[in-house]
């Protein structure tokens, strides 16, 4: 809502508006133009950025090579998911379209069935207890009581991770991020752009990079790693 009531001088007259989403279940689609329409900058050019769950990074990626090529001065760009008006069965089937089609999603497996054998092997390469594990949850569930914007705002406990459900073993309930809905927005100027403001911003983006990896993990060199988020 707070994007909506904004008029579109407030940003900067963008010359091009990114939608980030990875979703395939919603009823709107085309959500860039529709963004777009929305915020009063209509006939600007808009488009919708697809990257599984870096649809968001993979956008603001975009607007920064456009920025940064010359060919836009100011870019909108929009990350958002709605999935609560989905059954769970659902939300999990469209989420783990992300994954290989044929040789994974094709033999029964889902996301967390995939992050159950990730993790597996790290805490059997590593020596890595259950309880050890659970330190992770318990900091981001911690981190999410000074997050005004936090889904879920409640202080939780390696003994309330030990007794959640499991969801697929190691995985239990409160390792696992909820179905939620949310939105975030930036914009990104150029330099000459940023120096025409009545105030600086607050964030320079000094470079981008975009990688990726085998999509199914079998191909993968090691479960432990992950090559292109570094």
Same mark, same amino acid.
């Given at each position: 809502?707070?994007?909506?009531?904004?008029?579109?001088?407030?940003?900067?007259?963008?010359?091009?508006?990114?939608?980030?989403?990875?979703?395939?279940?919603?009823?709107?689609?085309?959500?860039?133009?529709?963004?777009?329409?929305?915020?009063?900058?209509?006939?600007k050019?808009?488009?919708r950025?697809?990257? $599984?769950?870096?649809? *968001?990074?993979?956008?603001?990626?975009?607007? &920064?090579? @456009?920025? #940064?090529? =010359?060919?836009? +001065?100011?870019v909108?760009?929009?990350?958002?998911?709605?999935?609560?008006?989905?059954?769970?069965?659902?939300?999990?089937?469209?989420?783990?379209?992300?994954?290989?089609?044929?040789?994974e999603?094709f033999?029964? $497996?889902?996301?967390? *069935?995939?992050?159950?054998?990730?993790?597996? &092997?790290? @805490?059997? #390469?590593? =020596?890595?207890? +259950?309880?050890?594990?659970?330190?992770?949850?318990?900091?981001?569930?911690?981190?999410?009581?000074?997050?005004?914007?936090?889904?879920i705002?409640?202080r939780?406990?390696?003994?309330?991770?030990?007794?959640?459900?499991?969801?697929a073993?190691?995985?239990?309930?409160?390792?696992?991020?909820?179905?939620?809905?949310?939105?975030?927005?930036?914009?990104l100027?150029?330099?000459?752009?940023?120096?025409?403001?009545?105030?600086?911003?607050?964030?320079?983006?000094?470079?981008?990079?975009?990688?990726?990896?085998?999509?199914?993990?079998?191909?993968?060199?090691?479960?432990?790693?992950?090559?292109?988020?570094?």
């Open positions: 809502m707070e994007l909506r009531d904004r008029p579109a001088v407030e940003f900067l007259d963008g010359e091009a508006v990114y939608s980030g989403q990875p979703m395939k279940v919603r009823v709107q689609d085309n959500l860039g133009a529709y963004i777009a329409s929305g915020i009063g900058l209509r006939g050019p808009a488009l950025v697809e990257a $599984a769950c870096g649809s *968001g990074g993979a956008g603001v990626y975009t607007a &920064y090579s @456009m920025v #940064r090529s =010359g060919l836009a +001065r100011s909108l760009v929009a990350g958002v998911e709605k999935m609560t008006d989905y059954p769970t069965s659902t939300v999990t089937s469209a989420l783990a379209q992300a994954a290989d089609a044929e040789y999603l033999y029964g $497996a889902s996301f967390t *069935g995939l992050n159950a054998l990730m993790m597996r &092997y790290y @805490m059997e #390469r590593y =020596g890595v207890d +259950r309880d050890t594990m659970s330190e992770w949850p318990v900091m981001m569930h911690e981190n999410a009581l000074s997050n005004p914007y936090a889904q705002r409640r939780i406990t390696r003994e309330d991770v030990a007794r959640s459900q499991v969801v073993d190691p995985i239990r309930l409160l390792d696992s991020s909820p179905v939620g809905d949310g939105v975030a927005a930036v914009v100027v150029s330099e000459e752009v940023a120096t025409g403001l009545p105030e600086k911003p607050s964030v320079y983006i000094a470079g981008a990079g975009m990688a990726t990896d085998t999509v199914e993990l079998s191909n993968r060199e090691a479960l432990d790693r992950i090559p292109a988020a570094r």
